[in-house]
Protein backbone atom coordinates (compact mmCIF):
# COMPACT_ATOMS: atom_id res chain seq x y z
CA UNK A 1 0.00 0.00 0.00
CA UNK A 2 1.60 3.01 -1.37
CA UNK A 3 1.72 6.02 1.39
CA UNK A 4 2.72 9.50 0.28
CA UNK A 5 5.62 9.72 -2.48
CA UNK A 6 7.79 12.93 -2.51
CA UNK A 7 10.71 13.34 -5.24
CA UNK A 8 13.53 14.18 -5.15
CA UNK A 9 14.41 12.78 -1.72
CA UNK A 10 17.85 15.33 -1.93
CA UNK A 11 18.52 18.23 -4.03
CA UNK A 12 21.58 20.25 -4.13
CA UNK A 13 21.07 23.40 -5.53
CA UNK A 14 22.57 26.86 -6.61
CA UNK A 15 21.20 30.19 -5.36
CA UNK A 16 19.36 31.83 -7.45
CA UNK A 17 18.34 28.56 -9.17
CA UNK A 18 14.55 26.98 -9.76
CA UNK A 19 13.62 24.50 -7.69
CA UNK A 20 10.14 22.13 -7.89
CA UNK A 21 9.34 19.55 -5.64
CA UNK A 22 6.43 16.78 -6.40
CA UNK A 23 4.31 15.01 -4.17
CA UNK A 24 1.72 12.77 -5.01
CA UNK A 25 -0.97 11.87 -1.88
CA UNK A 26 -2.30 8.98 -0.66
CA UNK A 27 -5.29 7.89 -3.09
CA UNK A 28 -8.41 8.91 -1.57
CA UNK A 29 -7.31 11.60 0.57
CA UNK A 30 -8.64 15.01 -0.15
CA UNK A 31 -6.12 17.38 1.64
CA UNK A 32 -2.70 17.47 1.03
CA UNK A 33 -0.18 19.71 3.29
CA UNK A 34 3.01 21.15 2.42
CA UNK A 35 5.55 21.45 5.64
CA UNK A 36 8.81 23.16 6.15
CA UNK A 37 10.97 21.60 9.02
CA UNK A 38 14.28 23.41 10.36
CA UNK A 39 15.72 22.96 13.29
CA UNK A 40 15.46 26.55 14.97
CA UNK A 41 11.82 27.02 13.97
CA UNK A 42 10.40 22.96 13.51
CA UNK A 43 7.51 22.26 11.40
CA UNK A 44 5.54 24.96 9.73
CA UNK A 45 2.29 24.89 7.39
CA UNK A 46 3.37 26.45 4.11
CA UNK A 47 0.04 25.50 2.33
CA UNK A 48 -2.77 23.25 2.72
CA UNK A 49 -5.25 22.11 -0.02
CA UNK A 50 -8.50 20.67 0.42
CA UNK A 51 -10.38 18.53 -3.11
CA UNK A 52 -7.28 20.11 -4.98
CA UNK A 53 -8.42 24.26 -3.69
CA UNK A 54 -5.90 26.41 -1.95
CA UNK A 55 -7.46 26.79 1.44
CA UNK A 56 -4.90 28.44 3.20
CA UNK A 57 -1.23 29.84 2.24
CA UNK A 58 -0.71 31.84 4.94
CA UNK A 59 2.46 30.41 5.71
CA UNK A 60 4.15 30.49 2.09
CA UNK A 61 7.01 33.04 3.07
CA UNK A 62 7.01 34.91 -0.03
CA UNK A 63 6.54 35.07 -3.47
CA UNK A 64 9.43 33.13 -4.37
CA UNK A 65 7.14 30.24 -3.23
CA UNK A 66 4.10 29.09 -5.55
CA UNK A 67 2.28 25.88 -4.82
CA UNK A 68 -0.07 24.16 -7.45
CA UNK A 69 -2.36 20.91 -7.14
CA UNK A 70 -3.79 20.13 -10.80
CA UNK A 71 -5.27 17.04 -9.66
CA UNK A 72 -5.99 14.91 -6.99
CA UNK A 73 -3.05 12.61 -6.87
CA UNK A 74 -0.03 15.14 -7.62
CA UNK A 75 1.05 18.49 -6.03
CA UNK A 76 4.15 20.32 -6.87
CA UNK A 77 5.74 22.99 -4.83
CA UNK A 78 8.42 25.49 -6.35
CA UNK A 79 10.86 27.68 -5.21
CA UNK A 80 12.34 30.32 -7.81
CA UNK A 81 14.46 31.94 -7.21
CA UNK A 82 15.96 29.76 -4.46
CA UNK A 83 18.02 31.29 -1.41
CA UNK A 84 20.41 29.70 1.32
CA UNK A 85 17.76 30.48 3.78
CA UNK A 86 15.15 28.04 1.98
CA UNK A 87 17.77 24.97 2.73
CA UNK A 88 15.40 22.41 4.94
CA UNK A 89 13.48 19.23 4.73
CA UNK A 90 10.18 20.35 2.86
CA UNK A 91 7.35 17.69 3.68
CA UNK A 92 3.97 16.18 1.69
CA UNK A 93 1.17 14.99 3.77
CA UNK A 94 -2.15 14.03 3.37
CA UNK A 95 -5.19 13.53 5.12
CA UNK A 96 -9.01 12.15 4.56
CA UNK A 97 -11.39 15.16 5.97
CA UNK A 98 -14.55 14.12 7.43
CA UNK A 99 -12.70 11.28 8.97
CA UNK A 100 -9.81 11.29 10.91
CA UNK A 101 -8.71 14.97 9.71
CA UNK A 102 -6.16 15.51 12.14
CA UNK A 103 -4.18 12.13 11.06
CA UNK A 104 -1.51 13.09 8.58
CA UNK A 105 0.49 10.91 6.61
CA UNK A 106 3.63 11.93 5.71
CA UNK A 107 5.78 11.46 2.82
CA UNK A 108 10.03 10.85 3.59
CA UNK A 109 10.57 14.24 3.04
CA UNK A 110 12.68 16.07 0.18
CA UNK A 111 16.59 17.46 2.23
CA UNK A 112 17.13 20.61 0.08
CA UNK A 113 20.53 22.08 -0.06
CA UNK A 114 20.63 25.40 -1.49
CA UNK A 115 24.26 26.83 -2.13
CA UNK B 1 6.49 33.52 23.13
CA UNK B 2 6.17 30.26 20.37
CA UNK B 3 2.27 29.03 20.05
CA UNK B 4 2.95 25.19 21.66
CA UNK B 5 5.97 24.82 23.65
CA UNK B 6 8.02 21.74 24.54
CA UNK B 7 11.51 21.21 26.50
CA UNK B 8 13.14 20.17 23.99
CA UNK B 9 15.29 17.65 26.17
CA UNK B 10 17.26 15.36 25.25
CA UNK B 11 15.94 13.11 27.68
CA UNK B 12 17.96 10.00 28.82
CA UNK B 13 16.42 7.21 30.39
CA UNK B 14 17.27 3.45 31.35
CA UNK B 15 15.07 1.02 29.29
CA UNK B 16 12.02 0.37 31.44
CA UNK B 17 11.47 3.62 32.82
CA UNK B 18 8.80 5.90 32.99
CA UNK B 19 8.71 9.25 31.61
CA UNK B 20 6.58 11.94 31.15
CA UNK B 21 6.64 14.96 28.77
CA UNK B 22 5.02 18.07 29.11
CA UNK B 23 4.06 20.66 26.36
CA UNK B 24 2.26 24.04 26.66
CA UNK B 25 0.00 26.04 24.13
CA UNK B 26 -0.81 29.76 24.54
CA UNK B 27 -4.31 29.70 22.76
CA UNK B 28 -6.66 29.14 24.66
CA UNK B 29 -9.01 28.57 21.39
CA UNK B 30 -7.35 25.59 20.31
CA UNK B 31 -9.22 22.72 19.91
CA UNK B 32 -7.71 19.11 19.85
CA UNK B 33 -4.29 18.42 20.55
CA UNK B 34 -1.85 15.18 19.32
CA UNK B 35 1.46 13.73 20.25
CA UNK B 36 3.10 12.45 16.94
CA UNK B 37 6.62 10.90 16.69
CA UNK B 38 9.28 11.43 14.19
CA UNK B 39 12.38 9.15 14.46
CA UNK B 40 15.72 10.60 13.26
CA UNK B 41 15.36 11.50 9.43
CA UNK B 42 12.28 10.60 9.19
CA UNK B 43 8.59 12.20 8.86
CA UNK B 44 6.18 12.15 11.77
CA UNK B 45 3.57 10.03 11.93
CA UNK B 46 0.92 9.98 14.77
CA UNK B 47 1.04 8.52 18.04
CA UNK B 48 -1.96 9.68 19.69
CA UNK B 49 -4.92 12.10 20.13
CA UNK B 50 -5.49 13.74 23.56
CA UNK B 51 -9.18 13.67 24.95
CA UNK B 52 -10.04 15.91 27.95
CA UNK B 53 -10.94 13.04 29.60
CA UNK B 54 -7.12 11.73 29.57
CA UNK B 55 -6.55 8.34 26.80
CA UNK B 56 -4.03 5.30 27.24
CA UNK B 57 -2.72 2.93 24.35
CA UNK B 58 -0.99 0.51 26.02
CA UNK B 59 2.12 1.79 27.25
CA UNK B 60 1.49 5.32 26.61
CA UNK B 61 -0.93 7.83 28.38
CA UNK B 62 -2.36 11.11 27.13
CA UNK B 63 -3.40 14.04 29.20
CA UNK B 64 -4.75 17.61 28.58
CA UNK B 65 -5.38 20.43 31.39
CA UNK B 66 -6.93 23.04 29.72
CA UNK B 67 -7.25 25.44 32.55
CA UNK B 68 -3.14 25.06 32.52
CA UNK B 69 -2.94 25.04 28.94
CA UNK B 70 -1.19 22.24 29.29
CA UNK B 71 -0.89 18.18 27.55
CA UNK B 72 1.43 15.85 28.50
CA UNK B 73 2.95 12.56 27.61
CA UNK B 74 3.86 9.48 30.03
CA UNK B 75 5.81 6.12 28.28
CA UNK B 76 5.91 3.73 30.91
CA UNK B 77 8.38 0.78 30.67
CA UNK B 78 10.27 2.52 27.65
CA UNK B 79 11.86 0.30 25.12
CA UNK B 80 14.64 0.99 23.05
CA UNK B 81 12.17 1.58 20.18
CA UNK B 82 11.12 4.42 21.90
CA UNK B 83 13.63 6.47 21.08
CA UNK B 84 12.55 9.21 18.91
CA UNK B 85 11.78 13.02 18.86
CA UNK B 86 7.98 13.86 20.64
CA UNK B 87 6.39 16.22 19.08
CA UNK B 88 3.40 18.00 20.21
CA UNK B 89 0.51 19.38 18.32
CA UNK B 90 -2.50 21.55 18.66
CA UNK B 91 -5.09 22.30 16.31
CA UNK B 92 -6.85 25.62 16.07
CA UNK B 93 -8.21 24.98 13.14
CA UNK B 94 -11.44 28.01 12.64
CA UNK B 95 -14.10 26.54 11.72
CA UNK B 96 -13.16 23.64 8.47
CA UNK B 97 -9.66 25.00 8.27
CA UNK B 98 -7.02 23.14 9.05
CA UNK B 99 -4.10 24.41 10.44
CA UNK B 100 -2.18 22.39 12.91
CA UNK B 101 0.30 24.04 15.12
CA UNK B 102 3.39 22.28 16.26
CA UNK B 103 5.99 22.25 18.80
CA UNK B 104 9.80 21.86 18.35
CA UNK B 105 9.56 18.61 20.00
CA UNK B 106 11.33 16.42 23.09
CA UNK B 107 14.09 14.32 22.38
CA UNK B 108 14.08 11.41 24.16
CA UNK B 109 16.87 8.78 23.67
CA UNK B 110 15.90 4.74 25.80
CA UNK B 111 19.21 3.50 26.93
CA UNK B 112 19.93 -0.40 26.96
Known amino acids: DAGVIQSPRHEVTEMGQEVTLRCKPI?????LFWYRQTMMRGLELLIY????????DSGMPEDRFSAKMPNASFSTLKIQPSEPRDSAVYFCASSLEGLRPHEQYFGPGTRLTVT | RKEVEQDPGPFNVPEGATVAFNCTYS??????FFWYRQDCRKEPKLLMSVYSSGNEDGRFTAQLNRASQYISLLIRDSKLSDSATYLC?????????????WGLGTSLAVNP
Open chain 1, 27 to 31: SGHNS
Open chain 2, 89 to 101: VVDRSPGNNRKLI
Open chain 2, 27 to 32: NSASQS
Open chain 1, 49 to 56: FNNNVPID
